[in-house]
Structures are given as structure tokens and as C-alpha cells.
């Protein structure tokens, strides 16, 4: 009988693709996991953890459905000031790579590319 070893399963193993809203908390929370664990990125999400942490991740969540899925549930500024990085440079990689990897980690498909492709344009200025 054939037993697959484990890193056979783990390369049949077909992620998802971002379908709901389940899958953009999920992708936020992870996104948010390694930006809080990064040297480079961790002071500045320490810095917005000083206001209401949950607000800020309900404006990402809204964010992000909004961009992947047309919903308007949102309100205020077309980014959320919780996207902040800087619009060039070793932040803006790092913050970059790490969304890519969060991403890439979870989900696999059309809309996990097109939230790659949309993490591209977001250059707001940290102040």
C-alpha cells in the first residue's frame, strides 16, 4: 500500500483561495502576527498599538473586503492610516514581503493574487 511521506502531502496540499470574510481576518491577523514579530516593522505597529488596537483591525478587515470583494461597509479614508509605510524604501519591502508571505501561506488563486497586486499601491507616508 503507498504512504505518502510528508512532504509529499504538504505539496498536494491545494491552498484556498480568499473567498469571505473569514479569510481576510485571517489574512490580517497573520499579516498583522508577522509585522508585530518583524525588527524593521514591529516599532511602528507597536506605535498604533497605542490607540484602540481592535478599531484599527476592523478597519483593516473593512479594508480589505472592500477592495477584494466591493463591499462598502467602510467609512472615512479611502486606505486606512493602520496600512501605513512608508511609499518606498526597506519598510515598504519588508511590509510588502511580509504580506506576500501571509498570503502565500493561506491561500492560492485569483483573489490571494490580486491582494498581492493591490498590496503594491498602498504608499501611504508614515508621519
Known amino acids: 500500500m503507498y504512504h505518502p511521506t510528508p512532504s509529499q502531502l504538504s505539496m498536494s496540499t491545494v491552498l484556498p483561495d480568499i473567498r469571505n470574510e473569514g479569510d481576510i481576518k485571517l489574512l490580517v491577523d497573520c499579516f498583522c502576527q508577522k509585522a508585530h514579530q518583524d ?43 493602520q496600512l501605513a509605510m512608508p511609499a518606498r524604501g526597506s519598510y ?22 490580486e491582494a498581492k497586486v493591490k498590496a503594491q499601491t498602498i504608499t501611504i507616508t508614515i508621519e
Open 39 to 81: 525588527a524593521l516593522l514591529a516599532p511602528i505597529f507597536g506605535a498604533m498599538a497605542a490607540v484602540h488596537w481592535p478599531n484599527h483591525l476592523t478597519s483593516l478587515y473593512d479594508y480589505w473586503s472592500s477592495t477584494l470583494f466591493g463591499r462598502t461597509n467602510r467609512t472615512g479614508q479611502p486606505i486606512p492610516q
Open 92 to 113: 515598504q519591502r519588508q511590509w510588502i514581503g511580509l504580506f506576500n508571505k501571509a498570503v502565500e501561506e493561506n491561500f492560492a488563486g485569483a483573489k490571494a493574487e
